[in-house]
């Protein structure tokens, strides 16, 4: 049996309507055992054309963070913080957090190495992007 692929979106629709057919007629009458052999051998090749299909489909890209700022942003997103918490994680002054989120001051050594540690920036991205 030689082995097809879905080409294009309307063939990938076809055979999905083909999938949904046999899941009505199953449902309807009461369960996929109520399908033929043939007809549950049809719907296993159908849904396995369709899902190689999907498959294929690239993902939305997730935006990375460009900036230092950026990721410090998200890992206080990804951990529910506010900033005068993290700061307090950090071992630092909210006063001196804010100036770092707002690009008025550099970070120093020390602090590099609390992002690293505490909220596991990777240490190239830190100093490609302090």
């Known amino acids: 049996m030689a082995s097809y692929q879905i080409n294009s979106e309307s063939e990938y629709q076809m055979v999905m309507e083909q ?10 009458n009461g369960g996929f055992h109520t399908l033929s052999l043939q007809e549950r051998s049809d719907l296993q090749r159908l849904s ?20 230092l700022v950026e990721m410090i942003e998200l890992k206080m997103y ?3 913080l506010k900033q005068k918490d993290l700061a307090a994680l950090l071992g630092i ?16 050594l020390d602090l590099a190495k609390r992002l690293y540690q505490v909220l596991k920036i990777d240490p190239v991205f830190i100093l490609e992007n302090a």
């Open 78 to 80: 990804e951990r529910k």
């Open 19 to 28: 999938v949904e057919a046999y899941i009505r007629k199953a449902t309807k």
């Open 48 to 67: 396995l054309l369709a899902e190689s299909w999907e498959d294929q489909i690239p993902l939305m890209p997730i935006r990375q963070p460009k900036t």
């Open 93 to 108: 002054s909210a006063t001196r957090l804010s100036e770092v989120m707002q690009n008025k001051r550099k970070i120093n």
